[in-house]
Antibody, heavy 119, light 108 residues
Framework: EVQLLESGGGLVQPGGSLRLSCAAS????????MSWVRQAPGKGLEWVST????????YYADSVKGRFTISRDHSQKTLSLQMHSLRGEDTAVYFC????????????WGQGTQVTVSS | SYVLTQPPSESVAPGKAATIACGGD??????VHWYQQKPGRAPILVVY???VRPSGIPERFSGFNSGNTASLTISRVEAGDEADYYC???????????FGGGTKLTVL
């Protein structure tokens, strides 16, 4: 059974940093691209970042480029998102998602972790 | 950047069919994926690559994509289908994953 378990969310002040993690199990982690998708309160889904499955190439939404860094540890089967210079508009539930092969569809999702940026 | 446009809401009576549109420039040339999200839950994939249903998704869910519009049709709608639905593509030009704004489906 595929499982994605996010952790690391919490309350952080504007300008602060936070590191999210996603522990993956039940599939061959290195074969899949992985993504972070967020959802602000009462809003729709917003793509944040994807890391490719073959060569770990990162892709970022314009809203987070230069502030967030996606990475993965193949030996630990863990996906990470390092977030710096956090803003109020980064407040959201952050979901980890497995991207199915070929067309970058999110075929498995974690339950999400809440990030709140507030003073 | 590439934009996907969805109506904010749709409503349908139980037992009828609901169609949710997703507009984008030449979207017919892209692979479109659809997600269902219920309140407080993670999204689930209900259709991918325009027309393919993942294992466990009822046959009542179907997709179509042509020209500038993709669509998700839910036939014989049930109360349990009430949810937010999102379309999504990969835009190779910008190397971005793109989501539509979402459509809230209400079952009357």
């Amino acid at each position: 059974e595929v499982q994605l378990l996010e952790s690391g969310g919490g309350l952080v002040q504007p300008g602060g940093s936070l590191r999210l993690s996603c522990a993956a199990s039940g599939f061959t982690f290195s074969r899949y691209a992985m993504s972070w998708v967020r959802q602000a309160p009462g809003k729709g889904l917003e793509w944040v970042s994807t890391i490719s499955g073959d060569d770990d190439t990162p892709y970022y939404a314009d809203s987070v480029k230069g502030r967030f860094t996606i990475s993965r540890d193949h030996s630990q089967k863990t996906l990470s998102l390092q977030m710096h210079s956090l803003r109020g508009e980064d407040t959201a539930v952050y979901f980890c998602a497995r991207m199915g092969s070929g067309s970058y569809r999110a075929d498995q999702w974690g339950q999400g972790t809440q990030v709140t940026v507030s003073s | 950047s590439y934009v996907l446009t969805q109506p904010p809401s749709e409503s349908v009576a139980p037992g009828k069919a609901a169609t949710i549109a997703c507009g984008g420039d030449n979207i017919g040339r892209k692979s479109v994926h659809w997600y269902q999200q219920k309140p407080g839950r993670a999204p689930i994939l209900v259709v991918y690559d325009d027309t393919v249903r993942p294992s466990g998704i009822p046959e009542r869910f179907s997709g179509f994509n042509s020209g500038n519009t993709a669509s998700l049709t839910i036939s014989r709608v049930e109360a349990g289908d009430e949810a937010d639905y999102y379309c999504q593509v990969w835009d190779g030009r910008s190397e971005h994953v793109v989501f539509g704004g979402g459509t809230k489906l209400t079952v009357l």
